[in-house]
């Protein structure tokens, strides 16, 4: 098990630096969604870009650069929340299916699992924001799934592994077993997925911010500066240009980090070749 | 006959056990939540000054004094005998106006879904003949949210040709079906790419081919057939991004369409619509990823025997 275990370190050395990053993003994202709301400065209402206001200024004359860094760090905030507690669930889940591989319990989970992510997250999302459910909590109840489907099946086949079972004949508990023996080996399959989790739950928080969900009054937003394409559109594009790429650029990252991290992790598509 | 083919009785059965459970969960969890809002609907209809009698007289008219669960069995047998409730935006009954607007998105959806196909099996065998191309730069792409290209589009296609969505809706249209061929064009291509170059486990038949020295248009040949389920499963899968991609589009483009009604209906808390939608969507849903399971599990079992 532990060459296993090193030669996984060894192969992941180099997407490992772009999780630092990512851990970076989020503790950053987690300061600025401290800093206070831009103050509304009527004499300066929708200036362009300049060198004092790099990307200009919005209809009440807030730095629309201000808003959205402060938006962006929100939404990055509650999306990485939301994968690492959606990630936790699935993967307790996954644990308990993979204890009962095909047993009564594994089913009722993938029937719920199957259910759930029949739909579009963002749609089922709404649906339970319009009941006026917290939208956080939605998105964790949602996300679950594809981490749970990951761990499941990855704990399911090392649990079957030479190690595993020689383990279980030295009388180990199967707890200690899945914590010690399988887990460590599972981890390089499992954070791709909840990368791929943050980078939905991202995504959602977005677009429910751009249809008016989940935005506190005064509070800037992604979504809602999004949304202002909609309003004003190519008289004032610098408002929500910004946002636009920002949001189209970290999802793309999101998925760029959690595609070299599947191919370089020891099983990965990769490694088929 | 092909394996799915032989097993369609089980295979419907199944399916139609998964439609129902899912819609059962899906209706109970709206009507939980829904009745989890601390608003009440017949003090709401007779207003703030009304009598608590005639309050209480409502609430029994209503049945909202029955238990929960009694509740929630007669509003699905009112479901399923077509009554999703009246739109009050609509002013008509929600099922009727969320059925008129289904066949045009659908029709989007049909359009998108094919050209991605079309793109997607274009870009996958360019990839294989160029042998340069990252597929993880597919998914990247892949990952881009359909409102933030749609809002894009919005702005360059009316800084571009002068066109709003009004006064040229024929381009906003061509822009939707664009956008939401995207998701299953880059999924057909990622899958290509990734069975053509090799990326998934060889098969034997492929490797035979190789050391036999077969010509290349011969390992080509068997490398499509072999990718075949896949396409058709990543295909099956990726309604769910296109249906999402159609349904911003359609708003934010202001076109006819479920998904502007739809979301206008989540915005004003048109609960009838809403859960009217919703129940379509999972009955169109449902047997497009009971398709792609099956077809996966054809690629599993054809895997295994290559093996």
Redesign the interface.
């Known amino acids: 098990m532990n060459s296993y275990l090193q030669s996984s370190v060894a192969a992941w050395r180099a997407p490992i630096s772009a999780w630092w990053v990512l851990a970076a993003l989020w503790v950053l994202s987690v300061l600025l969604a401290l800093l206070p709301a831009p103050v509304p400065v009527p004499s300066l209402k929708l200036l362009g870009p300049s060198l004092i206001h790099w990307l200009g200024t919005d209809e009440l004359g807030r730095a629309v650069g201000y808003m959205t860094c402060i938006g962006t760090a929100r939404s990055l905030r509650d999306g990485f929340a939301i994968a690492i507690v959606s990630g936790l669930l699935g993967l307790v889940a996954g644990a308990v299916s993979a204890l009962r591989f095909n047993g009564l319990v594994d089913r009722a989970l993938a029937l719920v699992g199957d259910t759930l992510r029949s739909f579009p997250t963002v749609l089922l999302a709404l649906l339970f924001s319009t009941v006026g459910l917290p939208i956080v909590i939605i998105l964790i109840v949602l996300l679950w799934v594809p981490v749970w489907r990951v761990s499941r099946s990855t704990l399911a086949f090392l649990l079957a592994e030479p190690y595993a079972l020689r383990a279980r004949l030295a009388g180990q508990p199967m707890f200690l077993i899945l914590l010690r023996e399988t887990l460590p080996n599972a981890w390089p399959a499992i954070l791709p997925t909840v990368l791929i989790v943050a980078a939905d739950s991202f995504v959602a928080l977005v677009a429910l911010e751009f249809l008016g969900f989940g935005v506190e009054l005064g509070k800037p937003s992604l979504g809602v500066l999004l949304a202002r394409v909609l309003t004003v559109g190519l008289s004032a594009p610098w408002i929500w240009i910004p946002a636009t790429l920002l949001t189209m650029s970290l999802v793309g990252l999101f998925a760029f980090i959690a595609d070299i991290t599947e191919k370089n992790r020891p099983g990965g598509t990769t490694q088929c070749k | 006959m092909p394996d799915f083919v032989m097993g369609w009785p089980i295979a419907l059965g199944i399916l139609a056990v998964?439609i129902g459970?899912?819609a059962l969960?899906?209706a109970f969890?709206?009507f939980a939540?829904?009745s989890?809002?601390p608003v009440d609907p017949a003090r709401a209809l007779l207003g703030p000054m009304a009598d608590e009698a005639a309050v209480a007289a409502l609430r029994g008219e209503l049945g909202m004094e029955a238990p929960f669960i009694i509740q929630f069995m007669r509003w699905v047998m009112r479901l399923l005998h077509g009554d999703f409730g009246y739109s009050p935006f609509h002013q008509r009954p929600a099922l009727d106006v969320v059925m008129d607007l289904v066949p045009l998105s659908l029709s989007r959806l049909g359009l998108s879904m094919g050209l991605g196909v079309l793109i997607g099996a274009l870009l996958g065998f360019q990839t294989f003949s160029a042998r340069a191309f990252s597929?993880?730069l597919y998914?990247?792409?892949?990952?881009?949210?359909a409102?933030?290209?749609a809002?894009?589009s919005?702005?360059l296609a009316?800084?571009t040709f002068g066109a709003t969505p009004l006064s040229a809706p024929w381009l906003y249209q061509v822009l939707t079906i664009g956008i939401a061929a995207l998701p299953t064009g880059l999924a057909v291509a990622t899958t290509l790419s990734?069975w053509l170059h090799?990326?998934?486990?060889?098969t034997r038949t492929r490797q035979y081919l190789e050391l036999a020295g077969a010509p290349e248009h011969v390992i080509v040949r068997n490398l499509v057939r072999e990718a075949t389920p896949a396409t058709f499963a990543v295909t099956a899968n990726s309604i769910?991004?296109a249906?999402?991609a159609v349904?911003?589009c359609e708003?934010?483009f202001s076109l006819k369409g479920f998904g502007a009604v739809?979301?206008t209906?989540?915005?004003k808390?048109d609960?009838p619509i809403?859960v009217a939608g919703?129940l379509i969507?999972?009955a169109l849903?449902?047997p497009a990823?009971a398709l792609s399971e099956q077809l996966s599990s054809v690629i599993g079992r054809r895997l295994a025997r290559a093996h």
Do not use: K, N
């Open positions: 998964r459970f899912s969960l899906v969890a709206v939540a829904a989890a809002v597929r993880t998914s990247s792409t892949l990952a881009v949210p409102f933030a290209l809002a894009c919005l702005w009316a800084r990734q090799g990326d998934r486990p060889l769910v991004p249906l999402t349904t911003f708003f934010v739809f979301l209906a989540c915005q808390s609960l809403v919703t969507t999972l849903l449902i990823q």
